[in-house]
Each structure stands twice: as structure tokens, then as C-alpha cells.
């Protein structure tokens, strides 16, 4: 398998299909790469390098004890794109994917990307803070927690439903759910857990301000995970420039359930 080893001698699996541009993909929680299969099948196949790798602790990657914080996770984005040797990156981040890239601008500067896209991102803050009051309250987050520590499997079959946004009427199969759940169970539990922390409670507001290149932002109206109006509601309107697409009905899994809609805005985007 492709990886890399970090500077703390974490092995990052990441997979690269196609040539052209690099389009480097940050997956969400508690997901893997996997989860960019259709985006990166279809950008491939439009002349693009579609690049997407399994954060530390997740999927097909080293399980550590500790560095599940957004530091640490945009400092492997950086060594990531070092190793690949990347220029002219496009960065697309989902979920707790979109506070990656976001961070890794932040700490290493943009001399290497082009432009950005956040996709039902968490950022620039999730949970509800006095300054922040659109947020989920903290006890959302301590029940997730909870919910983990008390039985992972069921409680993360008990989230599909929520993700993909069937108790609202969107329609996916049985084998999605199944997929879903075998891909968040090979997670380290321990990472898992800790990832809940650092995608609720990290405020990158400030490096909001430092992002200076073309982005896009992607978020479902219907979003029961992640709500537009806490998150990228504001992202859009904090990023100078940003370009904000709103997907009437969608769910927080937009990359499925609105796969063609996702692939086409990306792929204007990329082209524009």
C-alpha cells in the first residue's frame, strides 16, 4: 500500500489516481478515503490528479496513541504534500476534513495551493460558544462521546440514518449503511473518540483569515450533522471571495447522496 511515514513515524496510507492537476481530498469523520471514491473516479477521469489519504488513526493508517488534533493532522497534510512533491494543489476537505485544510494553510502558508473547497465543513467553529450561539450545545458532543464508549458499533449504525439524511426521505441502500459501518469500525477507537474534541471545540476563526486563494464552499440546507447557518454559513462570509454553493434538501453526505451535483461544481471550480 502507498504511504508515507511522519516525522513522529505515523504510516499515512493515501491512494493517487490519474495525472494533471493534484486535487488533494481531507475525509470526514469517521470515514476514511474511501469516501471520495466518486469525486476522485470522476476527476480522475477528467484530467486531474485526484489524490486522497486516510488520516492518522483511520482507515487503512497507523492507529497512534496521541495527535489527534488539527496541528497535528494539518502537519501531516504538510508532509504530505512535501513527499508528493504538490504544487498548484486544489484542497477539498469534508467535515472535520475541511478544518485540515484550513489549518494547514494557516501554519505553512498557501505557496503551494491553488485554490480551496469546503464541503459541509465544520469550520469556523461547531460547537455553541457565547460568541458563537448558532452552534450545537457542548452535550450534543459529550453524548457522542458516550454513545462510543458504550457501544461504538451500534451507535455509529444508529448515526447513519442522521448522515446520510434518510429520516428525511433521502433514499440510499442498505449496502451504503453496511459500507459506511465497516469503514468506521476499522477507525481506532481511541482516535475515534478524541476526534469528537477536536472537531467541535477547535476555533478556526483565526485562520480563517489567513485562507488567499479561490474557495468554494459546498453545504446541504438540510444538513442534520453540521447546520449550514453554525458553519459554513459563516465560513463563506469570513473568506474573502468565497464562492457558496447551497444544496436545497441535501444532507451532511452530499459527496452520495448529490455525487453528480458535488462533481460538477468541483469540476467548474477546478476549470474556472
Known amino acids: 500500500m502507498p504511504t508515507i511515514t511522519t516525522r513522529d513515524g505515523t504510516a499515512l496510507y493515501y491512494k493517487d489516481w490519474g495525472t494533471g492537476q493534484p486535487v488533494l481530498f481531507s475525509h470526514g469523520w469517521p470515514l476514511s478515503a474511501d469516501m471520495w471514491d ?110 462510543l464508549l458504550a457501544d461504538r458499533a451500534q451507535f455509529l449504525a444508529d448515526f447513519s440514518p442522521i448522515f446520510y439524511g434518510t429520516n428525511h426521505g433521502t433514499k440510499v441502500s442498505k449496502a451504503v449503511f453496511d459500507q459506511t459501518l465497516q469503514i468506521a469500525l476499522t477507525a481506532s477507537i481511541k482516535g475515534t473518540i478524541d476526534c469528537v474534541t477536536a472537531f467541535s471545540e477547535t476555533d478556526f476563526r483565526p485562520d480563517m483569515a489567513r485562507i488567499d486563494v479561490p474557495t468554494l464552499v459546498l453545504h446541504g440546507d438540510d444538513d442534520q450533522v453540521v447546520p449550514f447557518e453554525a458553519t459554513g454559513k459563516l465560513a463563506a462570509e469570513m473568506i474573502p471571495g468565497a464562492t457558496l454553493r447551497l444544496y436545497p434538501g441535501a444532507p451532511h453526505a452530499l459527496t452520495l447522496t448529490h455525487k453528480d451535483q458535488v462533481n460538477a461544481d468541483l469540476l467548474a471550480f477546478l476549470q474556472g
Open 38 to 147: 466518486y469525486q476522485m473516479l470522476f476527476l480522475a477521469q477528467h484530467g486531474y490528479r485526484a489524490i486522497a489519504f486516510d488520516r492518522r488513526g483511520f482507515g487503512r493508517s497507523a492507529q497512534p496513541w496521541e495527535g489527534y488534533d488539527y496541528d497535528t493532522f494539518a502537519d501531516d497534510i504538510g508532509e504530505l504534500i512535501e513527499r508528493l512533491d504538490l504544487t498548484n494543489v486544489v484542497l477539498v476537505g469534508f467535515s472535520m476534513g475541511g478544518g485540515d485544510i484550513v489549518r494547514y494553510i494557516a501554519r505553512h502558508g498557501s505557496g503551494r495551493v491553488a485554490k480551496l473547497a469546503l464541503l459541509g465543513a465544520v469550520t469556523p467553529l461547531f460547537v455553541k460558544t457565547p460568541d458563537h450561539p448558532a452552534g450545537p450545545d457542548r452535550a450534543v458532543f459529550d453524548g457522542i462521546r458516550a454513545g
